[in-house]
């Protein structure tokens, strides 16, 4: 029973949250482009996704929750210390998922704060000059109270809600499209680049494993390559998140 209500109250939070904005930004328009995320992360994000990407002259960001690294998840194998060193060093963004993977809508103020530092000083011990800049909710799921907490923390923080980020977005509640095989088609992925192209809007992939048979939440390469494709064709730059803000807000 503890466990359902947890789960209902996290539904509810997570609708409250996508309407209350925390940091509004209005997009100019002019410029679309597209960033691939991957969560959590899957060793093969680190060493079938990025190098897939580099061929593009892009880069990705990763939400690392270091609690994970190097376990197993029921579906994957976790990245190890190694694989997070050589994705920052080739210019990925290594960014901010908790460091036990909690829901946020389960953390109250201090716990929150507390999953922030733990994950900070871990990844931090890693590298001295990665710096921790964006943020990916957990399962997905945000509370209004812990979006005003990541303001004050973060630059960003991304959601799981299909969508092209234009017009008035919310910084703490960026829209993304999973790049999961379960979920998207080529044919879809080639519709939210139109979609993205038509309205000179930000478009975010998320998604967790790259291989053959994907788990539930992951894609095969050959889907990951049509989107990059993609990408190309309509010549979208493939950037980080840190690096999509930079242009917006420039």
Not at 47 to 62: C, H, K, L, N, V
Not at 73 to 81: I, L, P, T, Y
Not at 157 to 166: D, E, K, M, Q, Y
Not at 180 to 199: C, K, L, P, S, Y
Request: a negative charge; glycine letters at 8%.
């Amino acid at each position: 029973m503890q466990a359902d209500w947890s789960a209902i109250r996290a539904r509810v939070s997570n609708r409250l949250a996508r309407h209350l904005y925390a940091t509004p930004l209005v997009l100019s328009g002019h410029d679309p482009m597209v960033s691939f995320t991957f969560d959590d992360i899957p060793d093969t994000a680190a060493t079938i996704a990025a190098p897939m990407i580099e061929e593009y002259g892009g880069r990705a960001t990763f939400y690392v929750a270091g609690g994970l690294l190097n376990q197993w998840s029921g579906h994957w194998n976790g990245a190890d210390a190694d694989d997070i060193i050589g994705l920052h060093g080739k210019g990925h963004e290594i960014a901010c998922h908790t460091f036990t993977h909690r829901r946020t809508t389960d953390l109250d103020a201090d716990t929150m704060a507390e999953e922030i530092e733990l994950n900070r000083r871990f990844l931090e011990g890693l590298d001295s000059s990665i710096r921790l800049e964006n943020f990916a909710h957990p399962y997905g799921f945000a509370s209004v109270s812990r979006k005003n907490q990541l303001a004050g923390t973060f630059r960003s923080a991304r959601s799981v809600l299909p969508g092209i980020n234009s017009g008035s977005i919310d910084l703490h509640f960026l829209r993304a499209t999973p790049l999961v095989n379960q979920h998207i088609d080529a044919d879809g992925i080639d519709r939210v680049f139109d979609e993205t192209v038509e309205t000179g809007g930000w478009l975010i992939f998320y998604g967790h494993d790259i291989a053959a048979k994907p788990s539930p939440y992951g894609c095969t390469p050959q889907l990951l390559r049509h989107a990059l494709e993609a990408a190309t064709k309509r010549e979208l730059p493939i950037v980080t998140i840190a690096e999509a803000l930079r242009r917006a807000e420039a």
